[in-house]
């Protein structure tokens, strides 16, 4: 018999926004292409570049992270993204790890190799999309942002992803708006995320449309943006997830509890929501069986060293779990 007096039981946590396959972590500033350079510099070597990325998710599960959603996005070739997806898809259910969620990401910047977004959007539609589906994606995603692509390139890019079968997600409205939100409602998206500058008109659509908001609170402080209308979007009905946005260059951060915390720091969430938007609304947004704990569900769940459940997100700075268990199995 497992006893753990001095914790609160919570379900294994889902980070429904992460892209831990890169190599150039950015400290001194460098932009997304140096590490786009990297990671393709990387590729050369599958075995040693997974084995960086291991470490990665294993920090993940180790923090309680037992299901995470998982961007390519870093090397924006067809042969270098679809080699991602191929790693994730070989190590998807892997013991000590998270259960793995692929989202094809090509559509994160725009490579040298390429005159402007639009040659570029076309280059993904006929050559990369219709294979994405093959090597394990289950979503498409794209990086709408001026200077990255525009509200037209992503309603081309999510049409053509969605008629191959792949599920949507979209990066909105991150930091300035550009009506990427209400694109992607229209685009009939599972995600918008980010969603810093969104509007009332954004939020009613989002609600009326049943779509999850991933809110990545570490971004916005890491970068000082204004906070996601969470609140509001919660008051209205809406589905809130909380995620890390893990990656090399604006959030640096892999620790949901860390997440949790800037949740209740930023967005005024309590000790539940906060909980809820790394649980249940996360699983939500990626059609998961997972973020719950009862009979049937994967028994996944976290031991917290905390007094109680209010306490959660409220302690920040280190590790709380005291053991993480994925599928009944303690894997930390």
Known sequence: MLDFP???IVPGFVDAHTHPLFAGMRASGETMLHTVQRTREALSDPAAFWHTVEGRLRLMLAHGTTTAEVKTGYALTKAGELQMLDLIDAHKDEAGLPRLI??????????SEFPDADAYTDYLIAEVLPEARSHGAAYADVFCEPGFFSPAQTLRYLTAASSHNLGLRAHCDEMSYSGAAAVAAQA??????????????DIEALVARDIVTVAC??????????????????ERGGHVAL?????????PCFNLQSVANYGRRLFGLSAAEALYGVTISAAKSLRAQAGRIRVGEPADFVALRIGSPDEFGFQFGGNLAAAVFRGGRRVS
């Open 243 to 251: 995620a890390s946005d893990y990656n090399p260059g604006t959030s």
């Open 188 to 201: 009939a998206v599972d995600t918008v995320d980010h969603c810093n500058y969104i509007r009332k008109d």
């Open 102 to 111: 692929a989202t094809f990401l090509g559509a994160h910047a725009v490579p």
């Open 217 to 234: 609170p570490a971004t916005t402080a890491y970068l000082g943006l204004p906070p996601c209308p969470v609140r509001e979007i919660l």
């Open 6 to 8: 001095d914790c609160v």
